[in-house]
Nanobody
Framework: VQLQASGGGLVQAGASLRLSCSAS????????MGWFRQAPGNEREFVAG????????DYSDSVKGRFTISRDNAKNTVYLQMDSLKPGDTAVYYC?????????????????WGQGTLVTVSS
């Protein structure tokens, strides 16, 4: 499975962005998916996860209530809608496909990773 993340950019605080992650094959629909981010000097951290059918979702405390993860299995795509962005959200955002049908907050449970898309939020 190859993953292609897109949608990053430079925005002002309070703005919104929607990230997309397209997968290369239909077996994507069997996998839990996650979004992670990595700011300079920091470890890669969990942002949001979604189960294979979208029935279960989870968010880090830092983005809960502002970010929404969703997926369209017919399009082999997972999304991350980011609202009320803050300068602290500045990072490279990565999508990842989990080893099984559920997501995990542990990045070691993800087998495939996209190349990352940069989100920069100015104050």
């Amino acid at each position: 499975v190859q993953l292609q993340a897109s949608g990053g950019g430079l925005v002002q605080a309070g703005a919104s962005l929607r990230l997309s992650c397209s997968a290369s094959r239909r077996t994507f629909s069997n996998n839990g998916m996650g979004w992670f981010r990595q700011a300079p000097g920091n470890e890669r951290e969990f942002v949001a996860g979604i189960s294979w059918n979208g029935g279960f979702k989870d968010y880090s405390d830092s983005v809960k209530g502002r970010f929404t993860i969703s997926r369209d299995n017919a399009k082999n795509t997972v999304y991350l809608q980011m609202d009320s962005l803050k300068p602290g959200d500045t990072a490279v955002y990565y999508c990842a496909a989990a080893l099984g049908a559920s997501y995990s907050t542990d990045r070691s449970r993800y087998k495939y990773w996209g190349q990352g898309t940069l989100v920069t939020v100015s104050s």
